[in-house]
């Protein structure tokens, strides 16, 4: 699984695509002014012409692959949305603990979002996720002293506001903020201490926590 996601992630990174069209709308006022000529006594016109140019991205475009590069000091990870209305996108993240964390396991997170401008993949956002991490690791057990080894397998519900942009051609980013919740997490006492080191990038405490994420993408 790590493997495939470092594969995939490299792809991406170097993944090259056609421009980004965009559209010119030039906007030009005139202005007419009479003057008389004290010499001659002759009317004399003249005109002065104003133009206003503003230059929009139209690109249509119906599939995105992203990464969220802080996430990579805890998990590898990778995502696919694709467009299904200029409205209405639906895709994915999977990830997998790096050797930084010393943890194993696997995640998914299902993602829709709705872009209310009708443009896909650009500017504000909203979405909706489901995800489910199985994580195992060892931790150190106070009450019996001694090293375990321990699964968790959290499953958070999750809502977040985002926007994209495009700093050049069809290389993404995007920023989102947003709130998960976990039904299964560790309980708030003493024992959610075992895990909060040990599965990070990962909701594992019950309860409503903020998220934040940083996604780099390549859209067409």
């Known amino acids: 699984m790590r ?5 995939m992630a490299l792809a991406l990174l170097i993944t090259t695509g ?10 030009k006022t005139t202005e007419t002014q009479k003057q008389i000529d004290s010499t001659t006594g002759k009317v004399i016109e003249s005109s002065v012409v104003t133009s206003i140019a503003t230059t929009e991205d139209i690109t249509v ?5 992203y990464i969220d590069p802080v996430k990579f000091f805890g998990m590898f990870n990778i995502g696919y949305q694709r ?17 930084l964390s010393d943890a194993t396991g696997f995640g998914v997170i299902a993602e829709g979002r709705y872009y209310p401008g009708a443009k896909a ?17 060892e931790h150190y057990n106070y009450e019996s002293e001694a090293v375990e080894e321990a699964t968790i397998d959290p499953v958070s519900l999750g809502a977040v506001i985002g926007w994209h942009w495009y700093p050049w051609d069809d290389f ?9 919740y976990t039904f299964n997490g560790v ?17 594992n405490v019950q309860g409503i ?3 934040f994420r940083v996604h780099f993408g390549y859209a067409w």
């Open 121 to 137: 993949f650009r500017g504000f956002h909203v979405g909706a996720t489901l995800s489910y991490n199985s994580i195992s690791f």
């Open 172 to 180: 993404a980013v995007e920023l989102a903020l947003g709130a998960d």
């Open 61 to 65: 475009r119906q599939n995105m692959i």
């Open 209 to 211: 926590l903020p998220s």
């Open 18 to 27: 056609a421009r980004a069209q965009t559209k010119t709308t030039e906007a």
């Open 3 to 7: 493997t495939l996601l470092t594969i």
């Open 83 to 99: 467009a299904i209305t200029p409205l209405f996108t639906v895709g994915g993240v999977v990830q997998s603990p790096t050797q």
């Open 187 to 203: 309980k708030k006492n003493g024992s959610a201490e075992y895990f909060a080191d040990d599965a990070p990038f990962v909701n």
